[in-house]
């Protein structure tokens, strides 16, 4: 546990009751940014000013409002792909690097309206498009445990920053594992949500069917505070579900008992590296003398989850970024003969890499004469892919699982070898492609570097997975 070694739900008690003031709390992170942030680049835009005087704004709030905010005072840094009303939305890529949208994403007015402040961006992959923060236009993210090592992504800035200290809280986005797989190998605890519980209006789209925001910190309670703020109903989503979650204190008791958790066996195959492997199995003997139960399930889909949410996730993407065209807004390439060629050279000039690969691949599975082929038979695999899960919580109250085959490996290791970084998603993107909340605890070490276990439960089951990570949690410390 970092940030003063507390809960945030006690900083905040401290300052209602006059012990600390907002705007302590909010210099000491806005310190740790400025003294630390340039060891590992987590944050990618501060917001010194504005964090100040809204840290005196809400000082100057009497006892009563004061009490009415679970967030008062709290720092909290954005991955850079969620929209904030005049602070630069980059997505970490060249075509959106001077854009500043002219709203808030609701998750960020739900947080103000909790009292948070916003200290800054975070870094991310290009448009939350990789699984290292190696392909962010404005540098590398490194791990606070090990600088040679990758923090994960595409959240990386986000898990980065609360395990280095620099702030208690973070959002990310997890398209497929972008929350979970940066916590594992950073050593906090992140949580996807149902997809439908936390709204998507101004989070930049990747995979519109996939993505989602859920919270990081170091506290598996911050995480349920974190929510309950986040997923307030919001009518500008018309996916998401009207009903808010519900941060029950008694989920933080740390009994477990009479919980059924299953244990999928295409999970656990060959590919699991040995330390990953030993410190989930170490989770398991302490579940089981928590009172938890045990028992064997089967995914027999599982195996094509990676295909299929390549081609899901890269036609969504293929589809939702042709709105970058160099007219309406973000970079405009002044290299060009005629319309086609600004709209040729601003995507190109504008796109990195792997944001160009996805795109292609996307359009690709979306062809005349492979739309049949390709995208339809990987929808057909998704609905599969949701049976089986259903079928395994007939079974169990949640399923447990490794995050990532293995901790976090070397900064430039595999970054040109896309398929090898598309496999270390393996075991994060089918709670995607079935719409169904994780959480990502961490659970053990390789050296320096952190592991995490991963826990799935039933689609609106949240409750679960904090009460399962607490337990986790407890034990660990």
Request: glycine share 8%; charged share 20%.
């Amino acid at each position: 546990m970092a940030f003063f070694n507390k809960p945030i739900s006690d900083i905040v008690a401290e300052i209602q009751s006059g012990q600390k003031s907002c705007t302590e709390i909010v210099d000491s992170a806005l310190n740790k940014i400025s003294e630390k942030n340039g060891e590992i680049n987590a944050i990618i835009t501060v917001e010194e000013t504005k964090a100040k005087e809204r840290a005196a704004t809400l000082d100057a709030l009497t006892n009563d409002d004061k009490m009415a905010k679970p967030l008062l005072g709290i720092p909290i840094a954005l991955k850079d792909n969620i929209c904030t009303q005049d602070l630069p939305t980059t997505c970490a890529s060249n075509i959106l690097k001077d854009f500043e949208p002219p709203y808030n994403a609701s998750v960020v007015d739900f947080l103000e309206n909790a009292g948070a402040v916003i200290v800054g961006k975070s870094n991310l992959d290009e448009f939350a498009m990789g699984s290292s923060t190696e392909s962010s236009a404005f540098g590398v993210t490194k791990n606070p445990k090990d600088f040679d090592y990758i923090p994960g992504g595409s959240s990386g800035g986000s898990a980065a920053a609360v395990a280095h200290d620099l702030v208690p809280l973070a959002l990310g986005s997890d398209t497929g594992g972008s929350i979970r797989q940066p916590c594992a190998h950073c050593g906090v605890a992140g949580l996807k949500p149902t997809y439908g519980r936390v709204s998507r209006y101004g989070l930049v789209a990747y995979a519109s069917s996939l993505d989602q925001i859920g919270p990081i910190g170091s506290d598996i309670r911050d995480l349920g505070v974190m929510l309950e703020v986040v997923s307030q109903p919001d009518e500008r989503d018309s996916t998401k579900n009207a009903s808010p979650f519900v941060n029950d204190p008694s989920l933080y008791s740390g009994e477990v008992s009479g919980l059924t958790i299953g244990v999928p066996k295409e999970y656990f195959a060959e590919g699991l590296s040995d330390p990953v492997r030993k410190s989930i199995e170490l989770v398991k003997e302490q579940l089981i003398e928590a009172g938890v139960t045990l028992v064997d399930v089967s995914l027999p889909n599982i195996q094509y989850a990676i295909a299929t949410y390549y081609i899901i996730a890269t036609a969504e993407a293929s589809s939702n970024l042709a709105r970058y065209d160099g007219v309406k807004y973000g970079y405009r390439s002044e290299e060009h003969a005629s319309l086609l060629d600004m709209y040729k050279n601003s995507r190109n000039q504008g796109f990195g890499a792997e944001v160009k690969r996805r795109i292609i691949l996307g359009t690709y599975v979306l062809s005349s004469g492979y739309y049949d082929a390709y995208y339809q038979k990987a929808a057909k695999v998704r609905t599969l892919i949701t049976q089986d899960f259903a079928q395994a919580f007939g079974q169990c109250d949640a399923l447990i699982a490794p995050v990532a085959p293995s901790p976090a490996f070397k900064l430039g290791e595999i970054c040109d070898d896309p398929l090898q970084m598309y496999l270390t998603d393996i075991y994060t993107v089918s709670a995607n492609l079935a719409g169904i909340p994780g959480i990502s605890v961490p659970c053990g070490q390789a050296g320096a570097l952190p592991i995490g276990v991963q826990f799935m439960a039933p689609h609106w089951r949240e409750d679960t997975l904090l009460q399962l990570g607490y337990a986790v949690q407890a034990h660990q410390c």
